[in-house]
């Protein structure tokens, strides 16, 4: 993995953090203009700006370049605290839909040009959180299957044109199937969340579903589906979640210099001061950890659940700069007059989002594990 930017992603970085801080400025309206912007707009807007296309090969409609290159853009979203649909077409569908489902290219193109905006429902009503085994099941009736469940934190679900949704098919096991945003038997409902993504709450009724519905039709294929989508999407939730975390900081450098008590600036007392350098620390780690899991999905081989990894990390120092600012600004953080609560709510919305940071390493020491029982047997094999 490189350690520096090339040219290309350094222009991609400038021409987004340029972009970002002119069309949604940290003012006493920041609040307001996130939540009444246009999902339609936010995705046309990503397609104008090329991003949609970045992480797809050309055979797809994409350019051809990296889920690290998205995470570059993903870092700026979270620096100016800005919500994208994104998060859903590209991340949650196509990406994986491109990595593993090839005859899917005609959809995915679609996606990449914004003229369909979809999800994936992963979180059912009770689950503990989206790695969690799925129950969804349908029966068979006449010429396909009556599907019902409810299906909660959808990713910008009320706005998507398709959710698609894992359901247990009788006699067929699990198959990855498209759902029209509104077909018959199907409702959703908007969420309030706490921020990131708008959601909504996702009800099948018992919805009849046919062979036409399929996306994928093998467990095989829908199991890695699921895993690059959860993968991917955590990934560059992350790198938002950095870019969140960044700003925070940035936040309260400028508050600690300006802030003055006992004649002297905050930032002059020790316990202020090391605050922000802790932060500092913090983030830059946090950064390599999620780039190198950006590379990671990329690669054909790649350490044992990197995302994972930075995920749980991330969570960590989440912890952290969310404490550290707070204490640093004092009353004047909890002010929604003043922007440090909009990343505030970014940074743990991704904390709850995706799993916990004990359940991802869990997942980390099941990988090593596994990778440790590959070699132990080539080491005595070759005594």
């Known amino acids: 993995m490189k350690l520096t930017l090339d040219l290309e992603q350094q222009e991609l970085v400038r021409t987004a953090r340029k972009l970002l801080s002119t069309r949604y400025p940290l003012d006493d309206t920041a609040e307001r203009v996130r939540a009444e ?6 995705l046309a807007e990503a397609v104008d700006l090329g991003w949609t296309a970045i992480p797809l090969p050309e055979s797809h409609g994409g350019l051809g370049a990296t889920v690290l290159d ?24 196509a990406i994986p839909l491109a990595r593993t489902a090839p005859r899917s ?25 989206e790695w969690a085994r799925r129950s969804l099941t349908a029966a068979a009736s006449g010429d396909g299957w009556t599907v019902s469940g ?19 098919l009788e006699g067929r096991g699990p198959r990855l199937l498209s759902i029209a945003g509104g077909a018959s038997g199907l409702a959703t409902r908007s969420l309030r969340v706490v921020g990131g993504s708008p959601s909504a709450r996702v009800v099948l009724d018992g919805m009849h579903v046919t062979e036409a519905d399929v996306v994928l039709d093998s467990q095989e294929e829908v199991e890695a589906f699921v895993t690059t ?31 003055r008590q006992f004649g002297r600036p905050i930032g002059s007392f020790q316990a202020v001061s090391n605050r922000c350098a802790d932060m500092r620390m913090g983030i830059d780690a946090a950064r390599l950890l999620v780039l190198e899991a950006a590379w990671a999905l990329d690669a054909e081989s790649a350490p044992p659940a990197s995302s994972s990894v930075a995920k749980s990390y991330v969570d960590q120092v989440i912890d952290d700069v969310e404490a ?39 997942r980390v020491a099941s990988a090593l594990d596994q990778a440790r029982a590959a070699v132990v047997p080539t080491v005595r094999s070759s005594r």
Not at 348 to 361: E, I, P, T, V, Y
């Open 150 to 168: 409810v299906l909660a934190m959808v990713p910008w679900g009320a706005a998507a044109d398709t959710i698609l949704v894992v359901v247990d």
């Open 229 to 259: 989508a959860l993968d991917t999407a955590m990934v560059l939730g992350a790198a938002q979640a950095v870019g969140a975390c960044e700003s925070a900081l940035q936040l309260s450098v400028t508050w600690a210099k300006d802030r």
């Open 105 to 129: 290219a005609a959809f995915v193109a679609d996606l990449v040009e914004g003229r369909t905006l979809a999800t994936l429902a992963v979180l059912e009503e009770g689950m503990r959180d």
């Open 37 to 42: 912007a246009d999902p339609r707009a936010l």
């Open 324 to 362: 550290s600012s707070h204490l640093v600004h004092g009353a004047m953080g909890f002010s929604t007059e003043y922007p440090l609560h909009l990343y505030t709510r970014m940074m743990k919305r991704f904390q709850m989002s995706w799993g916990s940071a004990d359940s991802h390493l869990d």
């Open 70 to 93: 998205l995470a570059l853009v993903y870092e700026e979203l979270g620096r100016a605290a800005v919500a994208t649909p994104l998060d859903a077409s590209i991340a949650l569908v």
